[in-house]
Each structure stands twice: as C-alpha cells, then as structure tokens.
C-alpha cells in the first residue's frame, strides 16, 4: 500500500498587522536568523537590538501600510490563494495542500499536524524559492527541521531543493510576461529583478546568484530577446557589506540618467508579489527611474495565484511523487 501524500507550500512569513510593534516582532525572528545574517553572533545581538529593532520597524511598517490589502499583507494574501488554486488542482488525486512559513504564522508545526490529521504520510515539502539560498531555502528547511523535533515520529519526506531552470516554470514567466505585453504594449527594455544576498555568500558557495543568472538567461532566451534588450540586476540590499551586482536601484537610476524610454520591470525570485515588489520594486524603484529622467515604468506583477502559475507547480508535485 503507497502511503498518502500531502505538500507543504512555505514561503518566508510577514507581519502580521502594519504596525511598528508587528514589524518589529517579525523583524526580531528572521533577523535573529543564523542563515539569514551570519556575523559573529554578540556583535549581531548588540547591533540588532541596539540599533536596527529600534528604528526600522516604525520606518518600514509606513511601508507595509502602503500596500496593505483588506485581508493583511500581500505576502500572505498571495499564498493563501495559491495554496487553495494549488489544492483544487491537486483534488483529483487526493493530495491535501497546506501553508507555513518560515517565520511566525501559520507555522511549520500547525502545518505538520494538519497534514497529519489528514491521515499524510509522506510530504513533499516545497519552498516558493525558485532559486536555492542558504538566506531563505536552509532557513525554510531549518525551520522545518526544529518542528519536527517535537514530532512523534518523522514522515516521508521529499524537498523540493529549487526550480530556478524548470523549464514550466521559465514557460510561466515567459507566459506572464507576453500577456502583460499583449496588454499594455511592450517596454524598450526588460529588468529582471532578484532579491540580492552578500556577495561574500556567493564566494563561499551560496548556488543562489548563479541560479538566477541561469532563470534570467533561460527566460531572455525563451521571450526571443537580444542581450540589448534586457538586463538582470540585484534588489533590497541591507546593512552595509557588499551584495551580488548589478544593483536594481543603481542600474535604474543609469538608465534614467541615460533618458532612456520605457522599462518593464519583472522579478523572477518571488513566487508571489509582496513588499519587495509592490512597495521597493513599483513605488521606490520607479521614482528612482523617472526622477532620474527615464520616460516610463512598469512592473509585472509576480505569478501569484494565476492559473498557469498553478498548473506549473501541480506539474512540479507530481514529478516529485514518490513511487508506488
Ligand atoms: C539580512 C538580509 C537579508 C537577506 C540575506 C535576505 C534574503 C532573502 N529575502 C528573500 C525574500 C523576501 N525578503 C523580504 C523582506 C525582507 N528581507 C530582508 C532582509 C534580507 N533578506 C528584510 C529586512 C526584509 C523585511 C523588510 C525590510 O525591513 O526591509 C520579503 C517580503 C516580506 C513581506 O512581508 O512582504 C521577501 C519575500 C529572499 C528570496 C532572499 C534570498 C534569496
Ligand atoms: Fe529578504
Ligand atoms: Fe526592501
């Protein structure tokens, strides 16, 4: 008898409320986060506390209130509706759907029993990262790890390291992307943009940069671009190390300076748009490019809930079951 399967979606999390007090709560956990920032430990704890958990959270929840849909944040908005498209395609089959995030709710152990209640055996564990980083898929899987410490047993599992060259998932980019051109008319030039890391966990064998590298060569290819009309760059760069290059704002701002005309803005390493889309990449990002003197701007939102989006990641499930 084949044991019944079920998937955990997990992406990062996000505060709960666009208040300092919530901003600071999740910024607490996720910068507290060996994976995430790796100075030594004292030196992170003093300046964390001491300096960053007393400014940012009121700076950035101003951010978050300027997104914030009726049902909460973007970010979790997005991956309830994915995770409900993605049970409905996996129906047929039987294979219940749940969400975690790495960071505060719904958290990995909620998740775990109710896969378990649903009488699931073997999970096919699947982080919305296209691209495989210690920053954000080894914290998702550490995450995972210490919850299933306090379980009774450990299920079958299966994880889903990256899917940064799937080819389904190259076709529903470049599907995103021909869509949104058939209906606002196509921009001079194309800016794939991927949230950055230090470029020091690059040389110390980080595979992230290098995967997004291959995910914006691979859709540049399937769109038929030539390599004038399209450019990759790095975004949401933090605290005061040198991250991978180009930078999204500082190629932005060239591009502006140059008066060049129309930009559509992409950003292939979110599986669903959030603040470093809605709010960094189609509000900040984009004044910086017109006040530097670039004629247009348009961001083309992340693949989110979509259909085609779905399909693929039903796609990528399947090819992952185990075998009976
Ligand atoms: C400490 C530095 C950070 C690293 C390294 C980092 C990697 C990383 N992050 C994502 C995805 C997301 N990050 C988001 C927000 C966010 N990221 C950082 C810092 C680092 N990220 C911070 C401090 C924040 C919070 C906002 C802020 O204070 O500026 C989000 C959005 C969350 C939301 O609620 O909408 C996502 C998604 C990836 C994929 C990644 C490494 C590859
Ligand atoms: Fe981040
Ligand atoms: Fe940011």
Redesign the pocket.
């Known amino acids: 008898m084949s044991k019944k399967v079920g998937v955990l979606l997990i992406n990062?999390g996000?505060?709960e409320q666009p208040t300092a007090q919530s901003v600071r709560q999740f910024?607490a956990e996720?910068?507290s986060d060996r994976r995430?920032?790796d100075i030594p430990k004292v030196l992170w704890m003093i300046i964390l506390h001491g300096v960053i958990l007393r400014i940012?959270p009121k700076k950035?929840a101003k951010l978050y209130q300027s997104i914030w849909f009726d049902d909460g944040?973007?970010?979790m908005h997005y991956s309830r509706k994915q995770q409900q498209a993605l049970q409905q395609a996996l129906a047929d089959q039987d294979i219940p759907v749940e969400l975690a995030m790495t960071y505060g709710k719904p958290s990995m152990t909620d998740a775990g029993k109710s896969l378990a209640k649903q009488g699931v055996e073997h999970i096919i564990v699947l982080p919305l990262?296209p691209?495989n980083?210690r920053?954000?898929t080894a914290a998702a899987f550490d995450s995972l790890a210490r919850s299933l410490g306090k379980c009774p047993h450990v299920p079958g599992l299966t994880w889903v390291s990256d899917y940064h060259d799937h080819p389904g998932y190259i076709a529903a980019l470049a599907q995103s992307v021909e869509q949104y051109w058939q209906q606002y008319g196509k921009g001079d030039h194309l800016l794939m943009s991927f949230?950055g890391?230090?470029q020091r966990l690059e040389r110390i064998g980080d595979p992230?940069p290098k995967q997004c590298r291959t995910t914006a060569k691979l859709l540049a290819e399937k769109l038929g671009l030539e390599d004038h009309q399209w450019q990759k760059a790095f975004q949401?760069r933090?605290?005061r190390e040198e991250w991978v290059k180009p930078y999204t704002d500082e190629t932005l701002e060239d591009w502006g300076k140059k008066g060049m005309g129309r930009v559509d803005v992409i950003a292939p390493?979110?599986s669903v748009d959030?603040?470093?889309t809605l709010e960094e990449i189609q509000i900040q990002n984009q004044e910086i490019y017109l006040e530097a003197g670039g004629k247009d701007y348009h961001y083309i939102p992340a693949l989110n809930a979509e259909p085609d989006h779905i399909e693929f990641l039903a796609s990528l499930v399947k090819e992952y079951l185990p075998a009976k």
């Open positions: 990062l996000t505060p910024l996720f910068l995430v920032v940012r950035v944040s973007p970010l990262y691209q980083s920053t954000s949230h890391i230090p992230y949401s933090f605290g390493s979110f959030c603040l470093e």
